[in-house]
Structures are given as structure tokens and as C-alpha cells.
């Protein structure tokens, strides 16, 4: 069945960056878009940005241009979420989701929580 | 960025009782292809969120019949026919028309 199996939770000191990995199976990985999300704790959802995995071609909210880049590696169905200059306001639950280019249709990884603390 | 406002954010339901979630964009939905983006989310409590309805009203794949979705331009509407134990979780709206997408505030559905 279609899976997506993020990276473990992460303790990053201010101002250093993450990279957390979302690992895809039971479907073809270049067929669909990658979604990045991410939720503070208590609080609702954002959205990020999506990778096309077949072309590699980005897009990302305005908000997160400059911090955050997303990448994948086709020969393990791994795509990545790197996010960059974290303060406090950037801890959150980070969530990688199929879709297509103009939906979440196909599932979500479980969470990647990213605790940024000095 | 469109602001997609929800109401109520709490909602308390008795079992087997309708329920009813507002979704208002601060700009049209409508797309050049003529869809309108508007997806519903629901996320139970320590789960990841799972999509319910997309472009207004079509449910996905295993989403129970209570659950509907409705509305135009930029007024939109769930609703939940008969409210079941399984229901609780906080609900989000979310538009995929303009860029970047955005989700509404999120309205928690527990029971009485």
C-alpha cells in the first residue's frame, strides 16, 4: 500500500538548519508531486512548498523563499525538506504529502517534529 | 495570500446529531479551468491529516456518505449528517486556487 515514512524527530539550536526526509513505497514516486506542511504544536496547518520528483522543479510559498529547499533522490523514492536560519517560531510538525500538481490527494507521512531550542 | 476564515472554531455535537462547518475565502475560488480548490481535511487527535472532499463536494475514496461538502464562489460548507464517535478531530478548509495555498483556522468537533 502507498506509504510515507518520514525522518525522526529533531532538537536544532537557533540559527542552525534541518533536513528531514520523506520516504515513499507502493506507488511510482516520479508519478506524483511531494507537498511539504508543517503544524506548531496546538496550531493549524501550513503550506510550504511541493517538488516535482520527476522534473526535480520547485515551487514554495513566498513566506519560506530563501530558507527552505526541497529535493529528492529518484534511486530510493526519498524526498527532502531542508529549512534553513531556524528560530523558535519554526518549531512545528513538518508533514510530507502526495498529491498532484493542484491537490493533497494521495496521503500524508506520519510528522517529523522539529524542536528548535537553545 | 487569501485568508480562509472558519466558523465556529469549537463545535460541540451530540452523537448522532448534524453538524455544520463554514469555510469563507477573502477572494473567489474559481479557478481559469473553471474548478473551484476547495478541499476539507480532518485530522483526528495524534493522526496526520487525511483529505475528505475535494473540489467543493466530491468525497475520496473510503470517506463515509455523512460527510458532504457544498458552496460557490467564496462560501462553503461541511457537513456531517449523524455525528459518530470516529468524527472527533479538528476540521480544515483549504484552498488550492491561488498561490500559495492556505488553509482555514481549523474547527475542533467533540462531543457533548
Known amino acids: 500500500q502507498v506509504q510515507l515514512v518520514q525522518s525522526g524527530a529533531e532538537v536544532k539550536k537557533p540559527g542552525a538548519s534541518v533536513k528531514v526526509s520523506c520516504k515513499a513505497s507502493?506507488?511510482?514516486?516520479?508519478?506524483?508531486?511531494i507537498h511539504w506542511v508543517r503544524q506548531a504544536p496546538g496550531q493549524g496547518l501550513e503550506w510550504m512548498g511541493r517538488?516535482?520528483?520527476?522534473?526535480?522543479?520547485?515551487n514554495y510559498a513566498q513566506k519560506f523563499l530563501g530558507r527552505v529547499t526541497l529535493t529528492r533522490d529518484t534511486s530510493i523514492s526519498t524526498a527532502y525538506m531542508e529549512l534553513s536560519s531556524l528560530n523558535s517560531d519554526d518549531t512545528a510538525f513538518y508533514y510530507c504529502?502526495?498529491?498532484?500538481?493542484?491537490?493533497?490527494?494521495?496521503?500524508w507521512g506520519q510528522g517529523t517534529l522539529v524542536t528548535v531550542s537553545s | 495570500d487569501v485568508v480562509m476564515t472558519q466558523s465556529p472554531l469549537s463545535l460541540p455535537v451530540t452523537l448522532g446529531q448534524p453538524a455544520s462547518i463554514s469555510c469563507r475565502s477573502s477572494?473567489?475560488?474559481?479557478?481559469?479551468?473553471?474548478?473551484?480548490?476547495l478541499d476539507w481535511f480532518q485530522q483526528r487527535p495524534g493522526q496526520s491529516p487525511r483529505r475528505l472532499i475535494y473540489?467543493?463536494?466530491n468525497r475520496d475514496s473510503g470517506v463515509p456518505d455523512r460527510f458532504s461538502g457544498s458552496g460557490s464562489g467564496t462560501d462553503f460548507t461541511l457537513k456531517i449528517s449523524r455525528v459518530e464517535a470516529e468524527d472527533v478531530g479538528v476540521y480544515y478548509c483549504?484552498?488550492?486556487?491561488?498561490?500559495?495555498?492556505?488553509f482555514g483556522q481549523g474547527t475542533r468537533v467533540e462531543i457533548k
Open positions: 504529502a502526495r498529491g498532484r500538481s493542484y491537490d493533497l490527494s494521495g496521503g
Open positions: 507502493g506507488y511510482s514516486f516520479t508519478g506524483n508531486y
Open positions: 517538488i516535482n520528483p520527476n522534473s526535480g522543479g520547485t
Open positions: 477572494q473567489s475560488l474559481v479557478y481559469v479551468d473553471g474548478n473551484i480548490y
Open positions: 473540489k467543493v463536494s
Open positions: 483549504m484552498e488550492g486556487t491561488n498561490w500559495p495555498w492556505t
